[in-house]
């Protein structure tokens, strides 16, 4: 079992970055897919980034490619989301989660990102 707590959300500005934390506790990390979900008000959870299975490869979204990168510190148990050139349609809650197999089993509580035009 493992714990995630995000931080790191807040209010920008369109253009501006932000950088997600996402602090892992419990049993390690280290045997688990990592990404971030995201949600909006009235909208389905979608998925922003993750690592891939095997390799360190990742995924990203149509809509931040380019923009978000999603990283990680072992030593510190930590993941990150850096997002950069943020836009208006890039508000929601953001989550951390994590999965040993197919289904996203842990996640975090969520932290708000809100992007001003």
């Known amino acids: 079992q493992v714990q995630l707590v995000e931080s790191g959300g807040g209010l920008a500005q369109a253009g501006d970055s932000l950088r997600l934390s996402c602090a892992a506790s419990g049993r390690t990390s280290s045997q688990y897919n990592l990404g971030w979900f995201r949600q909006a008000p009235g909208k389905e959870r979608e998925l922003v980034a993750r690592?891939?299975?095997?390799?360190?490869?990742?995924y990203y979204a149509d809509s931040v490619k380019g923009r978000f990168t999603i990283s990680r510190d072992n030593a510190k148990n930590t993941v990150y989301l850096q997002m950069n050139s943020l836009k208006p349609e890039d508000t929601a809650v953001y989550y951390c989660a994590a999965r040993s197999g197919l289904s996203w089993e842990y996640w975090g509580q969520g932290t708000q990102v809100t992007v001003s035009s």
């Open positions: 690592f891939s299975r095997v390799g360190g490869s990742t």
